[in-house]
């Protein structure tokens, strides 16, 4: 299909983490939206999540650590925590341009406090080949 793609991925969890939640989450967000690039959306989910490992992830659905004032959101399923992420990062960090200048736009924007963030997108998505997906 047209969603196949060769990724490369340092161990088994990483790549079921991306091809069961990750890359379909991704695809069904695309289908009507194509403003933010899918490598973004992947490498931040995979750094956020720790590789969907992280309890938020695992339990609450939320692979992006997005909080109501201090309590962490909670989703019902992981497509919702995807969609709602799309759409904060349509509306609040505006950007047109590839996964680099993305990465750059969030970090400057202040997306998050770790100083490098841009960079760490921009490794994470070069590391593990995350770029095919802005092309499918």
């Keep these: 299909t047209h969603t196949d793609i060769d990724l490369v991925f340092s161990t088994p969890e990483q790549a079921e983490y991306f091809e069961t939640i990750v890359k379909p989450n991704i695809v069904r967000l695309s289908i009507n939206d194509t403003i933010v690039p899918k490598s ?28 109501v004032g201090k309590s962490w959101c909670e989703y019902r399923n ?24 993305w990465a750059r736009k969030l970090e400057q924007k202040g997306y998050c406090s ?16 995350l770029y095919k997906l802005d092309n499918i």
């Design 40 to 67: 973004i959306v992947a490498a931040q989910a995979i750094l956020e999540s720790g590789n969907g490992t992280s309890h938020l992830a695992k339990v609450k659905h939320n692979h992006f650590g997005h909080r």
């Design 78 to 101: 992981d497509y919702e925590s995807f969609l709602f992420h799309n759409e904060l990062l349509k509306t609040r960090y505006k950007c047109k341009g590839n996964y680099i200048l």
């Design 114 to 129: 770790d100083e490098g963030y841009g960079d760490k997108l921009i490794s994470t998505i070069k590391q593990y080949k």
